[in-house]
């Protein structure tokens, strides 16, 4: 596959979003704590706010980019039965949002994961 400056733009542009995430997460973890469904809640967002920027570095490095593809789509899944799925069940409005979005999210995470091997540093 030829290197292709708008796939390659778009993957960074992804990488990036993922990276304000993992800032968000660290900066505002306090704010998030109340959506957390298991025990530990603080610690929880700063681990997926730390995997959320590790993930970005990966795909935008090309380290592992796949990897942190896939690891990002099941941490999305995650969030989906974890926390948007309750959030449906109890009647809340936005959840089938939440879980659609989410869905495009991984889908974006997969996509990178199988376009991003692709192509090596270095190479045109």
């Known amino acids: 596959m030829r290197f292709n400056i708008p796939?390659?733009?778009?993957?960074?542009?992804?990488?990036?979003?993922w990276a304000a995430f993992g800032v968000n997460h660290l900066v505002n973890a306090k704010e998030m704590v109340a959506i957390v469904p298991v025990p530990g809640g603080a610690v929880w967002i700063y681990l997926t706010g730390v995997a959320m920027l590790l993930a970005a570095a990966a795909i935008i490095f090309n380290i592992q980019a796949r990897l942190a593809g896939y690891l990002l789509a099941i941490m999305l899944?995650?969030?989906?039965?974890?926390?948007?799925?309750?959030?449906?069940i109890?009647?809340?409005?936005?959840?089938?949002?939440?879980?659609?979005?989410?869905?495009?999210?991984?889908?974006?995470?997969?996509?990178?994961?199988?376009?991003?091997?692709m192509h090596k540093q270095g190479s045109n």
């Open 7 to 17: 796939t390659q733009a778009a993957v960074v542009l992804y990488a990036l979003m």
């Open 77 to 88: 899944l995650v969030f989906i039965f974890s926390i948007h799925v309750p959030q449906l």
């Open 90 to 117: 109890k009647g809340n409005f936005m959840a089938p949002v939440s879980i659609l979005k989410d869905l495009g999210l991984m889908a974006g995470a997969i996509i990178v994961a199988n376009i991003r091997p």
